[in-house]
């Protein structure tokens, strides 16, 4: 017998700091169309988060990075006027270490560009990229 009962959706976001500043893509596509936050997406079957953050991350940006260690993990929910969850991800956040490459927005990131903390302040943001932010160390 299958479970049919929703379930939420597993996601990773690679966090890569470079030179004081960190990597953020504006999304293309919903639920988060028109905002910035941290490159990322599905995991994969038979894929660990980790190595679904490096994948993301080349994919959108271009940008190689090794992927060390997990920083922290989101629940990310919304719901609709009357209450009903219209979707749930958990997100494991990967911090990255950057290796080599300059962002170029690709797959469904409509633009990939570096960001000091200060910068990220006026931006349109994804949810909880502040929550995250003040998990590092720059």
């Not at 953050?53 to 920083?71: H, K, M, N, Q, S």
Request: aromatic share 6%; glycine share 8%; net charge negative.
């Amino acid at each position: 017998m299958t479970d049919l009962s929703p379930r939420p959706k597993l996601g990773a976001i690679a966090v890569v700091v470079h030179k004081g500043r960190v990597l953020l893509v504006k999304r293309a596509q919903a639920p988060n169309a028109g905002t910035w936050g941290f490159p990322g997406g599905h995991v994969e079957w038979g894929e660990t988060a980790l190595a679904a953050a490096l994948r993301e991350l080349a994919e959108e940006t271009g940008v190689i990075a090794r992927a060390p260690r997990y920083l922290t993990n989101l629940d990310v929910m919304a719901q609709d006027a009357d209450g009903a969850v219209r979707h749930h991800y958990l997100l494991a956040v990967v911090r990255c270490d950057y290796v080599a490459g300059e962002p170029v927005a690709a797959d469904d990131a409509s633009d990939a560009r570096w960001f000091t903390p200060e910068d990220t302040q006026g931006l349109t943001q994804a949810p909880r990229l502040q929550e995250v932010m003040a998990l590092l160390d720059i």
